[in-house]
């Protein structure tokens, strides 16, 4: 793809732009997962709520927490 991308060769002028339109590809489907994709979730991870996983309603911390029991 390199000389088909820097024009090299016969016929090189009708064959450049399709040399660098596939390299800048194969860079972009690179780059994407291993940088963009981790950037993207660390940033959604970061404003996603923690919460336990307890089911006790007389946990605070407990996503069943209830603050007003009823009496009894």
Sequence with gaps: MMPMALDLGESGKQ????GRAVIG??????VTPL???????????????????SIDPDDAD??????HPPPG
Aim: neutral net charge.
């Design 25 to 30: 590809g194969l860079v972009f489907a690179t």
């Design 62 to 67: 407990g996503s069943f927490f209830d603050p």
């Design 35 to 53: 940088l963009v994709l981790p950037a993207l979730y660390a940033i959604l991870q970061g404003m996603a709520s923690v919460k336990t996983a």
């Design 15 to 18: 064959s450049a732009p399709i």
